[in-house]
């Protein structure tokens, strides 16, 4: 059976960092794509960041340079460390496995292309 599990999130002060983890089970790493998605009230779900089967990242422009997903293939773990944030990080976070787990190498941020999901975990960014 399939469980994605995120945890690490919280209440943080604009500029600070926290690192979500995603405990994944059922799903061997090294044949998934793991993403990291995060909404907002009233918003679409998005796609912030993701890591092929075979290792490669992509992120969204908005975080590059601030958040950095990794993956501990003997844990089945995913992290995305969360640096500097700002309030507009403010969101319920989910991790979400991709059965294909790459295209040529790459991962996407397609919501529809991910199978399973995380129940979410919120991250609030605030004074």
């Known amino acids: 059976q399939v469980h994605l599990v995120e945890s690490g999130g919280g209440l943080v002060q604009p500029g600070g960092s926290l690192k979500l983890s995603c405990a994944v089970s059922?799903?061997?790493?090294?044949?998934?794509?793991i993403a990291w998605f995060r909404q907002t009230p009233g918003k679409e779900r998005e796609g912030v960041s993701c890591?092929?089967?075979?290792?490669?990242?992509w992120y969204i422009d908005p975080v590059k340079g601030r958040f950095t997903i990794s993956r501990d293939m003997n844990k089945n773990m995913v992290y995305l460390q969360m640096n500097n944030l700002t309030p507009a990080d403010t969101a319920v976070y989910y991790c979400?496995?991709?059965?294909?787990?790459?295209?040529?190498?790459?991962?996407?941020?397609?919501?529809?292309?991910?199978?399973?999901w995380g129940s979410g975990i919120q991250v609030t960014v605030s004074s």
């Open positions: 979400a496995a991709d059965p294909r787990g790459s295209y040529g190498g790459r991962c996407r941020l397609r919501l529809d292309e991910h199978e399973y």
């Open positions: 059922g799903l061997p790493l090294d044949e998934n794509a």
């Open positions: 890591i092929a089967m075979g290792g490669g990242i």
